[in-house]
């Protein structure tokens, strides 16, 4: 009986997360939400677009949210509301989705990267510091992006100290960290600004693409909202040029819904990781790192291993998906060969993005699941 049943846990195919399962349990009131937005066709500007930007700056314990289209269109706002744009440098990582750096540059900004931490994978304050000390046209930069990855907080007290030295606006890529703390405090506490996604794999996902600003400045709120709405102040009345990047009714619609269970889907997500890390630990596997006075929200699960490739072709013939977040750094992209970087210019990140990998997780993954997964690795 017993090998009966370990043959079939060995045969069973683990997908990468399961999106439907969250869903099942929300469907009823999700539809009744769309319906009612059906009925009264208030598709763009309803009015859960104000009910989710104030409920979402309680859970983000900020005064301010700005409802948008996605996560980039967020960065990029923001970077314009705070008048940045041709001539000036933004600093960020090159362990990121390109989205972080390709919001600078279409501003008209320049991008330049700092290498991250070897425990955290998040910017490194040492080698921020450092930057800032030796570099050439110090006066040109004018922002930092610091990027909350995998669910965990950058160290953004080190990071906002160095900021206010050098009078630069931060603005935190918190894409990867919904309910994500230090110190107590969530995304935008330290930073100017900070900027969400709700694309649908994310701890809170839309239907659809999605995002939001949060931010405790009321008037940069209030700029990046006229931006996101074609600069308008009333129907045909426009301060400034702006654009369309407006979050629809029906994903704010959703996004209300599911905002209720973020933080009880967040606890199961600790649950899963913390079953990883009992089984895997002392294995040759580097377990995530999770820095004293955080809370890691594990958008991702992501171990380091030194043969990963070679573990990632082994776990794939066993039917168990998995990931690389991210194979290969921003700087070592052909889209920024421009800039002149070089392989051996980021080393922590070049090091990171050979060993890491990214195993399923998602808040009902059966405890079997994880078994499996760890009994391969």
């Known amino acids: 009986m017993f090998k009966k049943v370990y ?51 309680n859970y983000c314990q900020g005064k301010r949210v700005v409802a948008m289209s996605n996560g980039t269109d967020a960065i990029t706002l923001s970077l314009r509301a705070l008048g940045i744009g041709k001539g000036d440098t933004v600093l960020t990582v090159p362990h990121t989705f390109i989205a972080t750096a390709e ?7 320049s991008v330049e990267f700092i290498d991250i931490d070897e425990k955290t994978y998040t910017m490194s304050p040492d080698k921020l510091k450092l930057h800032l000390m030796n570099h050439p046209s110090k006066e040109r930069i004018k922002a930092i992006i ?45 930073g100017d600004v900070a900027t969400f996604s709700f694309y649908p794999g994310k701890n809170l996902g839309a239907f659809g693409d999605a995002g939001a600003v949060v931010t405790n400045n009321i008037e940069l709120a209030r700029k990046i909202k006229m931006l996101s709405d074609h600069g308008r102040t009333e129907k045909y009345e426009h301060e400034l040029e702006g654009y369309n990047a407006r979050m629809d009714t ?62 990632r072709n082994k776990l794939t013939k066993h039917k168990i998906s998995n990931g690389i ?30 060993e890491v990998l990214s195993l399923p997780l998602w808040p009902e993954m059966p405890y079997e699941y994880i078994e499996k997964v760890c009994s391969i690795l």
Do not use: C
């Open 250 to 311: 029906i994903q704010a619609a959703v996004l209300r819904v599911k905002l209720k269970y973020l933080e009880e889907w967040t606890e199961m997500r600790v649950e899963k990781a913390n079953m990883y890390d009992k089984f895997l630990t002392e294995r040759n596997i580097l377990i995530p790192h999770v820095n004293s006075n955080a809370r890691h929200v594990y958008h991702l699960y992501v171990i380091r291993v030194k043969n990963r490739d070679k573990i």
């Open 103 to 109: 919001a600078i540059t279409n501003v008209g900004a």
């Open 146 to 190: 610091p990027v909350h990855l995998y669910g965990q907080m950058a160290d953004m007290k080190s990071i906002k100290e160095i900021a206010d030295e050098h009078d630069l606006y931060i603005i935190e890529d918190s894409a990867q960290a919904h309910g994500a703390e230090l110190f107590g405090k969530r995304p935008g506490y330290y």
């Open 325 to 354: 977040h991210y194979p290969i750094p921003l700087h070592l992209q052909p889209a920024y060969r421009y800039l002149d970087y070089k392989e051996g210019d980021f080393p922590v990140t070049e090091m990171v993005s050979k």
């Open 7 to 57: 043959m079939e846990v060995l045969n069973m195919k683990i997908p990468f997360m399961e999106l439907k399962d969250s869903f099942d349990k929300i469907h009823d009131d999700i539809m009744i939400e769309i319906e009612k937005i059906i009925k009264n066709t208030s598709f763009i500007r309803g009015k859960d677009i104000s009910l989710f930007e104030e409920e979402f700056a």
